[in-house]
Structures are given as structure tokens and as C-alpha cells.
């Protein structure tokens, strides 16, 4: 398999590596500043890549969404979190022509927790849930794109629910409808993602704990891998 990577920050450096020793091939890089000195020839858009099997992309929506409105026809494993919604938008409208797949966390082990939730929260509607999320100190955004993904599988199954971020500025008890979103940083955390279910005098929580960022660049791989033999459609996890 050959592949393009849209960006060459530290995710994608760990997917060059781990591609290369699974016998894959890193045909170049698309990055915004193409002066620096980089091991792998670079391009300026997806259709240069005339060579690549799939593009996989750990970057940023400033250099990912211009890309997305060029003319081209490539798989696409697509990893950037930040402006979810226009980057799921635009590869939704682009699924007609390609095979697309994205997801906000490349961990099979996150997908497993979202699943685990699905079959959790109808059955703990009379408890509280409060969710918070782990990561090292060089993280910008919070809360991580992972925790908005797990709020989002239980605000589908729950009738009402509010994200409540700044609990320290109320003055007033927790209500029911509210899930609890907290995010801390620092150190080398590779990333943690908790659900507590707090119910009357017992309470249920459920975590995932990253050890390694390769499991998210192998994530990436084995979605590519799939990918490039499947029909033009959009993909997640789910039907991947």
C-alpha cells in the first residue's frame, strides 16, 4: 500500500514508521511548510500524490480543509478533530467520489467504549454521568474530541442532557438532565477517558486508557487497509 500523509506532526511520524515496518510505503507528505527539510518528498495538493493507494491524515483543519475542496479521487483516513462538523460534512459530499473514512479517535478500543455506552445508558437513565478526559501538557484543545464523541453517544440516548463545563461558576445543585464534562492536563499523559455513572449509593465507571500513541497511527493503518478495497461511501468504525 502506498500512502500519502496530510501532515508530519507526531502522529503521523509514528504512522510513517509503523506503515514502513508492516511492508507499506510512504510515497510523500502534504504540510504547510514545505522549506523544512523532511525524509520524504513533499506536495501541495492531494491530486499530486499521482502514486498513492490512500492519504492518511493526523493534521489540522487549516491545512486539511482547503485539501478537501481541491479536485481529486484518493481514499481518505481522516483523523483531524478540530471543526468536526465541516470536515464530516465536506467528506460526506466527497464520499460519492472516494471511499472516506473518518474518526475523531483511531483507537478500536475507544470504538469499543462508545458501543459499551450504547448498551449502558438506556439502562442508567435515573443515574448522573459525569465524563472527564486526560492528557499531556502540550494538548491545545479541550475537551478532547474523544469526550465530545462519547457526550454524543449518550446525548442521543438520553431525552434531555446539558454539557455543564464550569461547574465552580453555579450556585445551585447539579440537575438531572446535566452531564459533567472536566479535562485535565499534564505530564505525558497519552490520553484517558472516563464515565462515571452515579446512581444512589452505588456507582459504575468505565475507562480507557491510551499506553502508547501507536495505537492510534496502527488504528489509522488498519482503517487504510480496509478502506482501499471498499466502495465509494462514507465510513466510521461502525461500518468499516
Not at 484517558?192 to 455513572?197: P, T
Given at each position: 500500500m502506498?500512502?500519502?500523509?496530510?501532515?508530519?506532526?507526531?502522529?503521523?511520524?509514528?504512522?510513517?514508521?509503523?506503515?514502513e515496518a508492516k511492508g507499506h510505503e510512504i510515497i510523500g507528505?502534504?504540510?504547510?511548510?514545505?522549506?523544512k527539510v523532511y525524509p520524504y518528498p513533499t506536495f501541495e495538493r492531494i491530486a499530486d500524490a499521482k502514486e498513492a493507494d490512500?492519504?492518511?491524515?493526523f493534521s489540522n483543519p487549516e491545512l486539511l480543509l482547503p485539501l478537501l475542496d481541491e479536485d481529486f479521487n484518493?481514499?481518505?483516513?481522516?483523523?483531524t478533530t478540530g471543526e468536526k462538523e465541516e470536515i464530516i460534512?465536506?467528506?460526506?459530499?466527497?464520499?460519492?467520489?472516494?471511499?472516506?473514512?473518518?474518526?475523531?479517535?483511531?483507537?478500536?478500543?475507544?470504538?469499543?467504549?462508545?458501543?459499551?455506552?450504547?448498551?449502558?445508558?438506556?439502562?442508567?437513565?435515573?443515574?448522573?454521568?459525569?465524563?472527564t478526559e486526560a492528557h499531556h501538557n502540550k494538548k491545545v484543545d479541550a475537551p478532547s474530541g474523544t469526550l465530545v464523541k462519547l457526550y454524543d453517544v449518550i446525548d442521543d440516548l438520553r431525552e434531555k442532557s446539558t454539557p455543564v463545563y464550569d461547574r465552580h461558576e453555579n450556585t445551585e445543585k447539579r440537575t438531572q438532565d446535566?452531564?459533567?464534562?472536566?479535562?485535565?492536563r499534564g505530564g505525558t499523559i497519552v490520553g484517558?477517558?472516563?464515565?462515571?455513572?452515579?446512581?444512589?449509593d452505588e456507582t459504575i465507571e468505565v475507562t480507557h486508557r491510551a499506553q502508547s500513541k501507536d495505537i492510534f497511527a496502527n488504528g489509522a493503518i488498519g482503517a487504510a487497509e480496509k478502506l482501499?478495497?471498499?466502495?465509494n461511501d462514507f465510513y466510521t468504525f461502525d461500518n468499516l
Open positions: 502506498k500512502i500519502v500523509l496530510i501532515g508530519y506532526g507526531a502522529m503521523n511520524q509514528r504512522v510513517a514508521r509503523l506503515a507528505l502534504i504540510v504547510r511548510d514545505a522549506t490512500v492519504a492518511i491524515d484518493l481514499p481518505l483516513v481522516i483523523a460534512n465536506k467528506l460526506q459530499a466527497l464520499s460519492d467520489q472516494m471511499p472516506v473514512f473518518f474518526s475523531a479517535n483511531m483507537s478500536y478500543g475507544v470504538h469499543a467504549l462508545t458501543k459499551i455506552l450504547e448498551a449502558a445508558v438506556p439502562l442508567l437513565q435515573d443515574f448522573d454521568i459525569e465524563l446535566e452531564i459533567g464534562i472536566h479535562s485535565i484517558e477517558h472516563d464515565v462515571l455513572f452515579a446512581g444512589t482501499i478495497n471498499k466502495a
